[in-house]
């Protein structure tokens, strides 16, 4: 990517980049460079659609000319690209998650087991008037301990995905990264984005200039 800049040789870009696309505005003021992505892809995807099994069972028996076969393509594609929201619903989810709040309730849930154990061990149990109400806590223990300790393996596991995929879409994660899920919030802001083009594409008349580029020359 940017061959011949200063910037040349670069392999990929990092998931941030896909925020500013709606910085980059063309002449008119209003369409950016989102707004032309999204066109393009939306074509392309609609071509793909048209030209698969299903695209030509139902335009068996239709004649086409060319204006009607780029709103097919418009359409098709159209609802491809507006259901990745849809798609990538989880992720949404995901991203109104408060990382701190999951720390600090695992590390509660520990801390308390922790002073559980020691009320059991050197109170209950030594009192005979509650040793038997101990040892009813202790069998209760020990089911609690087995269950934390799955929430703990299953908490590392979590964010050790988290990395690998955040690592492998946005780049090596930031020790200084507080959030280790920002990733989805990225996503779930583009995908915001994503709608809000689809949306304004779907009310317009005109879809696609006849040249994508003459709202940036």
């Known amino acids: 990517m940017n061959v011949g800049t200063i910037r040349g040789g670069a392999k990929a870009f990092k998931l941030d980049a896909l925020l500013k696309l709606a910085d980059v505005k063309g002449t008119d003021g209003k369409t950016t460079l989102l707004h032309f992505v999204v066109q393009e892809i939306v074509r392309s995807e609609g071509v793909r659609v048209s030209e698969s099994i299903i695209g030509k069972i139902n ?105 690998e995929i955040t690592e492998y879409f946005h780049g090596n994660m930031s020790k200084d990264d507080a959030n280790p899920l920002r990733i989805f919030v990225t996503v779930r802001d583009f995908l915001s984005m994503l709608d809000l083009v689809c949306r304004e594409l779907r009310r317009s008349k005109v879809f696609v200039h006849p040249n994508p580029l003459i709202p940036f020359q």
């Open 59 to 163: 335009q068996k028996g239709q004649q086409r000319n060319s204006q009607e076969r780029e709103e097919d393509y418009r359409n098709m594609g159209l609802e491809l690209v507006a259901g990745l929201g849809t798609e990538l619903c989880n992720v949404k989810k995901t991203a109104t998650i408060d990382f701190d709040v999951i720390v600090s309730s695992v590390s509660n849930l520990s801390e308390g087991m922790g002073r559980l154990r020691r009320l059991v061990n050197e109170d209950l149990l030594q009192k005979e008037e509650s040793c038997s109400f101990g040892e009813s806590m202790k069998s209760f223990m020990k089911y609690a301990v087995k269950h934390l300790k799955e929430l703990e393996e299953d908490e590392h596991k979590v964010l050790e995905l988290v990395k």
